[in-house]
């Protein structure tokens, strides 16, 4: 069979072929296969390794034994619609019509895919922070846009607002924030998402938020950029269930936007996978409806994580920067003589028995070499093997 060469093109822009044709994993898969190679903790895929609610995981399988299991409606089951509508008004104030501004999605991913598909044209300009979660470029390349970005700078990992104007242009189509942010856990101030909401009016943008750590922030407040005056209309809201309930596997996310933005949006998701996960929908829903304590629970304890990892890490020798949001903490490896992360992780297993990530895979070449040295770590762990990584990355510095 023939693959036709613009194909072939497109998918290596998007980081999905390497140059030799052959399938390119994404550094996630090779970290965590290293990992189970090497029965190294694994520090670097973010996922949890604990149950969420149990009030959430018996709406399962409640769901399940009374039968919920044939395909639900395309834009999503009415009662996780309407809790999803609730949690905005709640949580931020924000007025949803859960029948026409909210769409559920086979997770947060799918939830970029049809966006991004959806909203721009080929040559369009979609701008992200950089470093950003590798899924943003092999998106924005499948759908032939031009993909630009503005440096988050060391040692906050904030962007520059000079630098914001300057790739916010007319031919800006959508500007793409993570909020908190993954990989460096930093969490924007109001002036600067004030300050995309005037330069997407500026440039007629569109205003593209993926919020799936809305609820881990600690110490700062979680502002909805779509929670600011003027920026409703043009903002479209990504979340998912994963992170704040723990269930990574179940794939449930969910698009908040103005109708005629859901209407594109669905238009493009139909044809991805159409429906998703009809027993964990009510499930999903019982879990926003979880009182505050729930969720200001979980913030504490990501918390206590990050500061359990974050000892343990500066025990070992690493530099380490805070973390204000998300799961994840970023560590400077070169104070143990370091230079190389991406190579030091390949040899982390072996060294310590512990699997981080680079963060220059979240970069194009171009910026690497200014986070050539920065490892990220996940403490979406228990506390038991928070203690025994930090024992075993002890072994660095001796």
């Given amino acids: 069979m023939t693959i036709s060469g613009s194909w072939q093109r497109t998918a290596r822009g998007a980081g999905l072929l390497s140059a030799e044709g052959k399938i390119a994993p994404t550094i996630f898969a090779e970290m965590s296969e290293l990992a189970a190679s090497t029965g190294a903790i694994n520090l670097g895929q973010g996922f949890p390794d604990e149950d969420g609610p149990i009030e959430v995981l ?22 996780l619609r309407e809790a999803i509508s609730e949690h905005q008004k709640r949580f931020y104030g924000l007025t949803v019509d859960p029948d026409r501004e909210v769409l559920v999605t086979a997770g947060a991913t799918e939830a970029l895919a049809a966006t991004i598909l959806a909203l721009t044209d080929e040559g369009d300009e979609v701008v992200t922070l950089e470093p950003f979660y590798d899924a943003y470029g092999g998106l924005i ?19 520059n607002h000079d630098d914001l104007r300057a790739a916010i242009t007319d031919r800006t189509r959508l500007i793409l924030i993570n909020n908190p ?30 919020e799936v750590y809305e609820h881990l922030t600690f110490d700062v407040p979680h502002i909805p ?4 005056p003027g920026a409703r209309e043009r903002t479209i809201t990504i979340s998912s269930a994963a992170k704040t309930f723990s269930v990574t596997g179940w794939k449930i996310g969910w698009v908040t936007a103005p109708a005629e933005l859901i209407t594109a949006i669905t238009a493009v998701k139909q044809f991805l996978t159409y429906v998703n996960g009809a027993p964990f929908q009510p499930a999903v829903a019982v879990g926003l409806a979880l009182p505050d304590s729930f969720y200001t629970g ?35 490896a070169a104070p ?7 190579k030091l992780c390949r040899k982390l297993p072996n060294l310590a028995g512990v699997v981080g990530v680079p963060i220059s895979a979240f970069c194009h070449e171009e910026l690497a070499s200014e986070y050539s040295s920065l490892v990220r770590f996940a403490f979406c762990k228990t506390e038991d093997v928070l203690e025994r990584a930090s024992a075993q990355l002890a072994r660095l510095g001796r």
């Avoid at 499948?142 to 962007?159: E, I, M, N, S, W």
């Avoid at 974050?310 to 560590?331: C, D, N, R």
């Fill in 181 to 210: 942010h993954n990989p460096t856990g930093a969490v924007l101030p109001r002036e600067t998402l004030e300050l995309i909401v005037e330069l997407a009016h500026e440039h007629d943008a569109l205003i593209v938020t993926d």
């Fill in 336 to 342: 143990l003589g370091y230079k190389n992360a991406a």
């Fill in 225 to 228: 950029i779509a929670s600011l």
């Fill in 298 to 332: 979980i913030a504490e304890t990501m918390k206590g994580k990050r500061d359990m990892l974050t000892a343990g890490l500066v025990k070992a020798g690493f530099e380490v920067f805070p973390s204000q949001g998300s799961y994840f903490v970023i560590a400077d």
């Fill in 141 to 159: 390349a499948l759908g032939r846009a031009q993909h630009r970005t503005v440096p988050l700078r060391l040692p906050d990992f904030q962007p």
């Fill in 58 to 79: 018996d709406a399962a399988r409640r769901a399940i034994k009374n039968g919920v299991n044939q395909y639900p409606p395309g834009i999503g089951m009415p009662v």
